[in-house]
């Protein structure tokens, strides 16, 4: 464990190293500290109960970034998606796909009021000098 968030919402996340280069094998994407808007595009890549890999979309788009730092969006995830990385894809570039957030709690129904959320990158490099360190815009 490289570092660690505290035990609020805002604050829910855990950088490891892991060994060897897994990053060559598998391809990553940088984190980014960038403003974000309502509506923004969003894309969500996981593994909902360790199945296999599950890929958020349709309607998958920024709901709000509330002052406390959360990051609330419309991806459709399942129970066990916690810890994935919500993204802004770039699909002509896809080099340029960013790490905006981190997905922590969900609860997004039917009803256009509910979301997901987890805590936004902007936030984040406000409380991790590690984070902050790798963050490109």
Do not use: F
């Not at 960038?34 to 349709?58: F, G, N, V, Y």
């Amino acid at each position: 464990i490289v570092e660690k968030g505290g035990g609020a919402y805002n604050q829910d996340y855990l950088i490891v190293r892991l060994d060897g280069n897994p990053g060559v094998d598998w391809g990553w994407y940088p984190v980014s500290d960038r403003q974000l808007s309502p509506k923004d595009e969003l894309l969500m890549i996981h593994h909902p109960m360790a199945t296999p890999m599950k890929i958020s979309r349709k309607d998958c788009a920024v709901k709000a970034v509330t002052s406390g730092g959360m990051l609330e969006h419309r991806c459709d995830t399942e129970s066990g998606s916690s810890g994935s990385g919500i993204l802004v894809p770039d699909y002509e570039r896809p080099e340029n796909t960013r790490v905006v957030g981190v997905h922590t709690l969900g609860g997004c129904n039917s009803s256009a009021t509910s979301s997901n959320s987890g805590p936004s990158m902007r936030h984040l490099v406000t409380l991790s000098p590690v984070l902050k360190a790798l963050a490109k815009p």
